[in-house]
């Protein structure tokens, strides 16, 4: 897959839902930024010969002339619940795999909440247009509640971004998109009505094993 699709994968279950509510403050976070983003983790493997195992939670790295934010830090992260990871991993193989070339894939499964009120917005994507350092990468979009903004634009390399293509994720949307051929960014979220608001997401990245 050289391109991108932009997908309707279904809600997830009150159960996925829920389990939102449970994520801890992501301790990756600049000070001066504030707490905005909430977190978990998990890796798995997969292939398209009918199975997926999932694997014991070890470092998230990226460089750090990939992510300007936190790159370069040998992130760890609370690990993501078994029945939750499963259910999202369902998915995956239904529904994503199918759209990648047939061969095996180590995966990595971020489970993200931003958070918005009225005195802040709720940064997506902190370190700005970028890419994570993978072959594919996932937006799932599990929920999103009283908030505006959080569109995700995908900029091919090859120009300045006059062929760039954006979306507005709503809950049960999602996009994968070649990591290699792409880079991208989320914009900020702020409330659609005064109080307080999230989006929650699954990022999901695959490499080739």
């Not at 809600?11 to 994520?23: C, G, H, I, R, Y």
Request: proline letters at 5%; one cysteine or more.
């Amino acid at each position: 897959m050289h391109t991108y699709h932009h997908i309707r994968l279904g809600k997830t279950s009150a159960k996925v839902k829920n389990s939102f509510d449970e994520l801890l403050p992501d301790p990756w976070l600049k000070a001066e930024d504030g707490i905005f983003r909430f977190r978990s983790y998990m890796q798995a493997r997969a292939g398209r010969e009918k199975y997926f195992d999932l694997c014991a939670v070890g470092e998230f790295f990226q460089a750090e002339k990939l992510n300007n934010y936190a790159g370069g830090i040998a992130r760890k992260y609370p690990e993501i619940k078994q029945d939750v990871a499963e259910e999202v991993m369902n998915l995956v193989f239904r529904k994503l795999l199918p759209l990648l070339p047939d061969t095996t894939y180590n995966i990595g499964i971020h489970q993200i909440r931003i958070t918005t009120d009225d005195r802040r917005p709720g940064y997506p994507a902190p370190e700005g247009i970028h890419k994570d350092g993978f072959k594919y990468i996932a937006i799932y979009c599990s929920e999103i509640e009283n908030v505006t903004g959080g569109e995700t634009t995908l900029i091919p390399n090859h120009d300045g971004g006059n062929d760039a293509s954006t979306f507005k994720l709503h809950a049960g949307d999602a996009v994968i998109f070649n990591d290699v051929n792409y880079q991208h960014y989320t914009a900020a979220v702020v409330p659609l009505l005064p109080g307080k608001g999230y989006r929650d997401v699954f990022v999901i990245t695959f490499d080739i094993e």
